[in-house]
């Protein structure tokens, strides 16, 4: 069954510390897409990468890199230097693909709550 | 700006009235999605669909149905609303796989509170 695991409940940093967000996932497509996604307190859930099953290589934008592992089902999320305004609910996520491909139903982890404390 | 937009940010209703949750969104996506979001439990999938007038059941339908008469919008329905059903509600919208961008937009979410 598809599934994701984001074991880490809740998270709390003092500012400027790096943080990794830990997420594992079970899948029985060959073809699948992971995402990482931010919920600030004001609720709305924003984008922040996807990753594709044949793409392993490891991304970095900002303060904010991925590591991908398909050895290990993994797809991690390190925040650098972390700020306050990083405090949110991560989600990690994996999509189904049904219909040929053309759907993307999105399976979620139960999110990690990061507090960032000045 | 792209936008997925929830008609109403906060809602109370009775139990055993009939509650209409609407999403509109304005990318032209073919996908939309209705989660619910519990603490502890993350986001779970209701229902989605992939076209106008198709619809599939997600991994929670009991309790609800939706509607999807026009492409951009997509209506989640409470037949009968119970206490259980007080959550924040998300609805999404989404490219197919095989368009460049596939990622998920979301709308600001209603929480909806049943008494």
């Known amino acids: 069954a598809q599934k994701v695991t984001q074991a880490q409940t809740e998270i709390s940093v003092v500012e400027k510390e790096d943080v990794t967000l830990d997420c594992v996932y079970e899948t029985r497509d060959t073809t699948y897409y992971l995402f990482w996604y931010k919920q600030p307190p004001s609720g709305e859930l924003v984008f922040l990468i996807r990753?594709?099953?044949?793409?392993?290589q490891n991304e970095i934008s900002g303060r904010y890199s991925w590591n991908f592992q398909k050895s290990t089902s993994s797809f991690n999320f390190t925040i650098t230097a972390s700020q306050v305004v990083d405090s949110a609910v991560y989600f990690c996520a994996l999509s189904e693909v049904n219909y040929g491909g053309a759907t993307n139903k999105l399976i979620f982890g139960t999110g990690t709550l990061l507090a960032v404390q000045p | 700006d792209v936008k997925v937009t929830q008609s109403s940010r906060y809602l109370v209703k009775r139990t055993g009235e009939k509650v209409f949750l609407e999403c509109v969104q304005d990318m032209d996506h073919e996908n939309m999605f209705w989660y619910r979001q519990d603490p502890g439990l993350g986001l779970r999938l209701i229902y989605f669909s992939y076209d106008v007038k198709m619809k599939e059941k997600g991994d929670i339908p009991e309790g609800y149905s939706v509607s999807r008469e026009k492409k951009e919008r997509f209506s989640l329905i409470l037949e009968s609303a119970s206490t259980n059903q007080t959550s924040m509600y998300l609805c999404?919208?989404?490219?197919?796989?095989?368009?460049?961008?596939?990622?998920?937009?979301f709308g600001q979410g209603t929480r909806l509170t049943v008494v």
């Open positions: 999404a919208s989404s490219s197919p796989l095989d368009r460049v961008n596939t990622e998920a937009f």
């Open positions: 990753r594709n099953s044949f793409d392993e």
